[in-house]
């Protein structure tokens, strides 16, 4: 059992990670590759206070050379869910479960837009993640949309367990996909059936598969955690960064504006500290 | 007149600054030399994400100099009082007065412990400015109760214009203090008098003096801004840093916990991006 489960490994999530390490906390951050948050691809960053004029990308490594350096521990993978277990949170990390007696949320910015039908056929279809569902449409055609080049491993693997994959990427460089898969460049408008998928359709043609994945870099917030409380597209937080579930926090963009990584990072350490706060005073 | 006039020259207000800086705002930052942060004290920073490991002195300098390099105008004083002009604001700043459009709160942790009679008396023999209420003490003897070797410039000026001049450090090494002030390591416990102080009463003697001057290394908030809500002891914020005040924002350790560089830097970039924001819309 973790004391605290980190969801996200931005400015955020690392900050919030090594102020609980330093009071010694069984601590697991999840997230995705570093290369992948906003702050990396930024050019130059004039205002993270100390560091005048640095890179996204040498900020970023400083981050994470700071957390390695605590023996902060970083999963590499993507949260699909967390269940409430009253007392204590589950997480479905690709499929692997995790118990922990706190969440901090440090998702960032997910937007939540969904496409039309996707709801509606949500598990008769509609998939979020190709290592769970993947096998149950072998030898079938399906559809993939991706958001990041971290939709490829999902859309490769379904590659050698489908018969046919199309491939839709709502993004611009695609890194490594499999010759047998079909890409489209084009976008998805409707996820369309009767009881079950039958065709995706995108702007220029549909498609008629049985299954579609939708891969994105993270899973919206909205769908991640049941009964948390939302306001203005944002997890709601006080000033403690404590959302309205107990022993969840939230820190960084996805608690909303500025989205700056000065104001992630000093969120972050407060929601670590408070974690700490609650787990000592829940022993 | 100033856009913004920042309060604290911490963490949290040069935060503010370089913020409120690289969006062409007209800013001075008023406080006391760096190296009377709580910050730059600390032997060793563990936890301000991308600097592990560093000592608070490098730390405080690394901030000076990103300031520095932004060319962000630091104004050594100490401000005494924020008068409300409906709709701008006027700093007494060691007597010197500044206009401005919006005011950032960033003046760390101010305890208010009143002395006995030391409210009764304000005005009436208590003063909290040597350089302004001196000269009425001229060949008369008073008292100077100082927190930290700031109030040293106070006592030395004192001494030149009043016939005799007690000093009661509260606080450990003497840096310079003129040969005719009697220096006393005794505890004050209050002011009394009639209508007029007449005495400082010690732990273990009573001094009979005409005026009291209290220097603290800062004014306490609640003295510093009429009509400023505070909320356990610390300015009451909402989530972008306004408080009750149209154009007032806080930032860092007045804000309340936890008491950590990070939340002081963070705060400071949201406080400065909403000033921006409000002169912004105000124009």
Redesign the interface.
Known sequence: MLDIAIVGAG?AG??AG??AK?RNKNIKVFGNPFNTSYAYKAERI????????ISGQD?IK??V??AN??ELEIHQGRVLEIYDMSGTYTLNVDNEFFETKTVILANGVTMDKSLEGEAKFLGKGVSYCATCDGPLYRGKTVALIGDSPIAEEDVNYLSEVCEKVYYIPTYKDINKVNDQVEILKDKPTAIVGDEIVESLKLKDKDLDVSGVFIIKESVPTTRLLQGLEIENNTIK?N?FMETNLKGVYAAGDC??K?F?V?????????AG?QAVKYLDSNK
Chains 1, 2 share one sequence.
């Open positions: 400015p690392l900050s090594i102020n330093i004039d205002n993270y206070l100390g560091m005048y004029g900020l400083s981050f050379e700071h350096k605590m937080v000033r608690t909303g500025p700056q000065s104001k992630s990072v000093g969120e972050g350490t407060t500290l």
